[in-house]
């Protein structure tokens, strides 16, 4: 049903002195030394370009399922809200090097820009513009310190200093003088849609079942991502019940217990007839894989789950798919995020009397002072709940402000203040108390933990594949009209996503709606506890001399995190496997150039 669709093609459009001349060397791309207003393009794969009746031109990698992408060249923001599917448009006129720019909703196709001494080019990838005219290979510490926290850099920053990525729903005026944005969409939660239990879950089943519907690709060649969970699986279940075809699936799984979701992957495909194609991740070949993470990515990506992800859309494109569905977004307008549930423990005893609060810290402090993960849970849980949100919610993601003395050397914490990452979280957080506490949360989510990191993982892991994603709970209708529902219809008492399950009740199977959510993570952490061979990977990079010439990690932490991971104490691998992919990223891109 797209009305254009272009996703992995490659683009650098640019003009000052050397521009021409920089895009000519540009291995494999077509170059067009006059593209129109002084500018130089060079593009690479399908994509999207033209003009519009007055000759202003455009050029998108684009897969929309409403709309066109000529809607960047009417400079209104209402005409960009209205485009459904994902897209980066660029558009510009003969009369100037001006170039008007904008992202999806989402931001889930990149656009990176830089502008210095004359000099002026926007890419969808940072490693096109890193030997451009006049860019320095100058690393930004701060963006390195939120990927330490967050597992990677939220827009605008990136890891070069000299080079901005384009913002979630922003629309950006950009020429060689300057730049300005526009914020055109951002979540909004007016919760005025009011009615029982029963009434909205028909109406909320309804429109998802249109959403999918429209997300549909022409054609049979085309599949879904399946992992078990009620998202992919409710996304298959209803594709199915729609005919025209038979569903094909891909999911992965793992032969560590705890992480293997396939069980439930198969009893959701078995119950709607979809045809399944499935594949294990082992430790040989995660580890294999890792080279991949690091050309995958065009910036440095820290979420052990790129590598089961990478595995899953490799399997769609050995299985003849063009393009998959995914489920993401689902726990973030449906209410379904674990830590919704928990956060509402934490708030309740955040809301505790002081001299309550203050106690309970006390003997988690002393109780958590050695080697066992229970008590240090409970030290943690004493530390989270004293604190408001957003800052509680950035617990979650705090592994370098917790370590800010013992991991960073002092030269890099003179250029980095400890709440850096923290402010960012509280700007993107906002102060606008009208909405509810759990809208905020989701809303963050939304800007965060969505655009900037779980479609960054599937959009690199799938273009590496030749593969395009799509996303219907990421529709902004159907995001929009979720946002107008009450926040009890999301997560009531503990139960989360209540309304959504009552409107998937009769469509997924009970063992599906009831199962407990487990993630797409990597059990890195077993295999950093218990196979040698990884923990020799992990001593061998990141306390090397060349790691540590980089003089920003402490190496006597790093040690001692092993040590302590490895003894059970706490599960460190998350930060581990980050440190790793940043060093090995930063050795191919950013080293001896």
Same mark, same amino acid.
């Given at each position: 049903?797209?009305?254009?669709?272009?996703?992995?093609?490659?683009?650098?459009?640019?003009?000052?002195?050397?521009?021409?001349?920089?895009?000519?060397?540009?291995?494999? /791309?077509?170059?067009?030394?006059?593209?129109? +207003?002084?500018?130089?393009?060079?593009?690479?794969?399908?994509? $999207?370009?033209?003009? !519009?009746?007055?000759?202003?031109?455009?050029?998108?990698?684009?897969?929309?399922?409403?709309?066109?992408?000529?809607?960047? @060249?009417?400079?209104?923001?209402?005409?960009?809200?209205?485009?459904?599917?994902?897209?980066?448009?660029?558009?510009?006129?003969?009369?100037?090097?001006?170039?008007?720019?904008?992202?999806?909703?989402?931001?889930?196709?990149?656009?990176?820009?830089?502008?210095?001494?004359?000099?002026?080019?926007?890419?969808?990838?940072?490693?096109?513009?890193?030997?451009?005219?006049?860019?320095?290979?100058?690393?930004?510490?701060?963006?390195?310190?939120?990927?330490?926290?967050?597992?990677?850099?939220?827009?605008?920053?990136?890891?070069?200093?000299? *080079?901005?990525?384009?913002?979630?729903?922003?629309?950006?005026?950009?020429?060689?003088?300057?730049?300005?944005?526009?914020?055109?969409?951002?979540?909004?939660?007016?919760?005025?849609?009011?009615?029982?239990?029963?009434?909205?879950?028909?109406?909320?089943?309804?429109?998802?079942?249109?959403?999918?519907?429209?997300?549909?690709?022409?054609?049979?060649?085309?599949?879904?991502?399946?992992?078990? +969970?009620?998202?992919?699986?409710? *996304?298959?279940?209803?594709?199915?019940?729609?005919?025209?075809?038979? @569903?094909?699936?891909?999911?992965?799984?793992?032969?560590?217990?705890?992480?293997?979701?396939?069980?439930?992957?198969?009893?959701?495909?078995?119950?709607?007839?979809?045809?399944?194609?499935?594949?294990? #991740?082992?430790?040989?070949?995660?580890?294999?894989?890792?080279?991949?993470?690091?050309?995958?990515?065009?910036?440095?990506?820290?979420?052990?789950?790129?590598?089961?992800?990478?595995?899953?859309?490799?399997?769609?494109?050995?299985?003849?798919?063009?393009?998959?569905?995914?489920?993401?977004?689902?726990?973030?307008?449906?209410?379904?995020?674990?830590?919704?549930?928990?956060?509402?423990? $934490?708030?309740?005893?955040?809301?505790?009397?002081?001299?309550?609060?203050?106690?309970?810290?006390?003997?988690?402090?002393?109780?958590?002072?050695?080697? *066992?993960?229970?008590?240090?849970?409970?030290?943690?849980?004493?530390?989270?709940?004293?604190?408001?949100?957003?800052?509680?919610?950035?617990?979650?993601?705090?592994?370098?402000?917790?370590?800010?003395?013992?991991?960073?050397?002092?030269? /890099?914490?003179?250029?980095?203040?400890?709440?850096?990452?923290?402010?960012?979280?509280?700007?993107?957080?906002? !102060?606008?108390?009208?909405?509810?506490?759990?809208?905020?949360?989701?809303?963050?989510?939304?800007?965060?933990?969505?655009?900037?990191?779980?479609?960054?993982?599937?959009?690199?892991?799938?273009?590496?594949?030749?593969?395009?994603?799509?996303?219907?709970?990421?529709?902004?209708?159907? #995001?929009?009209?979720?946002?107008?529902?009450?926040?009890?219809?999301?997560?009531?008492?503990?139960?989360?996503?209540?309304?959504?399950?009552?409107?998937?009740?009769?469509?997924?199977?009970?063992? *599906?709606?009831?199962?407990?959510?487990?993630?797409?993570?990597?059990?890195?952490?077993?295999?950093?506890?218990?196979?040698?061979?990884?923990?020799?990977?992990?001593?061998?990079?990141?306390?090397?001399?060349?790691?540590?010439?980089?003089?920003?990690?402490?190496?006597?932490?790093?040690?001692?995190?092993?040590?302590?991971?490895?003894?059970?104490?706490?599960?460190?691998?998350?930060?581990?496997?980050?440190?790793?992919?940043?060093?090995?990223?930063?050795?191919?891109?950013?080293?001896?150039?």
């Amino acid at each position: 049903m797209s009305q254009a669709t272009s996703i992995c093609g490659d683009f650098v459009l640019a003009t000052g002195p050397g521009a021409g001349a920089w895009l000519r060397g540009l291995a494999g /791309f077509e170059h067009q030394d006059d593209a129109g +207003g002084g500018l130089s393009l060079a593009t690479r794969g399908n994509v $999207l370009q033209g003009r !519009d009746a007055s000759g202003t031109r455009w050029l998108a990698l684009a897969d929309l399922v409403e709309g066109r992408p000529e809607a960047i @060249v009417h400079h209104d923001a209402g005409a960009l809200r209205r485009l459904r599917g994902r897209f980066a448009l660029l558009g510009w006129n003969d009369a100037g090097g001006r170039v008007v720019a904008a992202t999806d909703q989402f931001g889930s196709l990149p656009l990176y820009w830089y502008r210095r001494d004359g000099h002026f080019a926007l890419s969808n990838d940072l490693r096109l513009l890193l030997d451009a005219p006049g860019v320095r290979r100058d690393v930004d510490l701060a963006a390195v310190y939120h990927y330490l926290n967050f597992g990677y850099i939220p827009a605008p920053a990136t890891i070069c200093r000299d *080079i901005r990525r384009i913002e979630p729903g922003t629309r950006m005026a950009l020429d060689a003088d300057g730049a300005s944005g526009t914020r055109y969409y951002r979540p909004e939660y007016p919760a005025d849609i009011q009615g029982d239990d029963d009434a909205l879950a028909a109406a909320l089943r309804e429109r998802i079942t249109a959403t999918v519907h429209d997300y549909r690709p022409d054609g049979e060649d085309w599949g879904c991502f399946l992992s078990g +969970g009620t998202d992919s699986s409710s *996304i298959v279940t209803l594709l199915a019940t729609q005919g025209a075809g038979q @569903v094909q699936t891909c999911s992965i799984g793992f032969h560590e217990a705890g992480y293997d979701e396939l069980d439930f992957a198969r009893r959701a495909g078995e119950a709607c007839g979809a045809r399944p194609h499935l594949a294990y #991740v082992d430790r040989e070949r995660a580890l294999g894989l890792l080279g991949t993470v690091i050309d995958a990515y065009d910036q440095p990506f820290g979420n052990t789950s790129a590598i089961p992800t990478l595995a899953c859309a490799e399997l769609g494109r050995a299985s003849g798919f063009p393009v998959m569905i995914g489920g993401d977004g689902g726990d973030e307008i449906f209410g379904g995020n674990q830590r919704y549930a928990k956060d509402k423990v $934490l708030e309740a005893f955040y809301r505790l009397p002081s001299p309550l609060k203050a106690g309970a810290r006390a003997v988690g402090d002393l109780v958590g002072r050695g080697n *066992i993960h229970f008590l240090n849970r409970v030290k943690n849980f004493a530390y989270r709940g004293s604190q408001p949100n957003p800052d509680r919610f950035y617990t979650d993601d705090s592994f370098a402000s917790d370590y800010y003395g013992e991991l960073l050397t002092p030269a /890099f914490r003179e250029q980095v203040e400890r709440d850096a990452s923290l402010e960012f979280m509280r700007t993107v957080y906002g !102060d606008d108390p009208g909405d509810e506490p759990l809208h905020r949360l989701m809303r963050l989510d939304l800007m965060m933990a969505i655009a900037q990191n779980d479609l960054v993982k599937v959009h690199g892991a799938c273009r590496h594949h030749g593969v395009s994603a799509r996303f219907p709970y990421l529709d902004p209708d159907l #995001v929009d009209w979720c946002g107008r529902l009450p926040a009890r219809q999301k997560v009531r008492g503990l139960d989360k996503r209540h309304l959504f399950k009552k409107a998937m009740s009769g469509v997924l199977p009970d063992a *599906i709606l009831r199962k407990r959510k487990q993630g797409f993570g990597l059990p890195t952490a077993v295999w950093l506890r218990e196979d040698r061979a990884t923990q020799d990977l992990m001593r061998d990079v990141l306390l090397d001399g060349r790691t540590r010439g980089r003089g920003w990690i402490e190496p006597a932490f790093v040690d001692r995190l092993l040590q302590a991971h490895m003894a059970g104490a706490w599960d460190h691998s998350g930060a581990i496997w980050q440190l790793l992919v940043l060093e090995l990223w930063m050795r191919k891109y950013m080293d001896g150039h």
